[in-house]
């Protein structure tokens, strides 16, 4: 079984960029499809990005993400990434990397997904 941890969390400010990474454990990480959700305070967990497995050629957005945030894979590293640039205070929340195995395409409902790390906080200041 895969387990995941996520970094790279913070507080920054509106207009600036951070960088989240998964790390996976297990050697079948790059048979997992991948993806990044998050939850706001006082709101429900969304969806915010999904790379397909193996070579990650495939990626979906939220339209929330779409222009300012990337997901990328590196199988060599077991890690999943979400680069966002230009955040805005609305994108403060819990982010989480999540995984799912044996399902073709691109999910975006968290309860297809099969192991979840345990969040890291993003804090966007105006």
């Known amino acids: 079984q895969v387990q995941l941890v996520e970094s790279g969390g913070g507080l920054v400010q509106a207009g600036d960029s951070l960088r989240l990474s998964c790390a996976a454990s297990?050697?079948?990480?790059?048979?997992?499809?991948m993806g990044w959700f998050r939850q706001p305070p006082g709101k429900d967990r969304e969806f915010v990005a999904a790379?397909?497995?193996?070579?990650?050629?495939?990626?979906s957005y939220a339209d929330s993400a779409k222009g300012r945030f990337t997901i990328s894979r590196d199988n060599a590293k077991n890690t999943v990434y979400l680069q966002m640039n230009r955040l805005k205070p609305e994108d403060t929340a819990v982010y989480y990397c999540?995984?799912?195995?044996?399902?073709?395409?691109?999910?975006?409902?968290?309860?297809?997904?099969?192991?979840w790390g345990q969040g890291t906080q993003v804090t966007v200041s105006s």
């Open positions: 999540a995984g799912y195995h044996g399902l073709q395409g691109l999910l975006r409902t968290a309860s297809e997904y099969d192991i």
């Open positions: 297990g050697r079948t990480f790059s048979s997992y499809g």
């Open positions: 790379i397909s497995r193996w070579s990650g050629t495939d990626r």
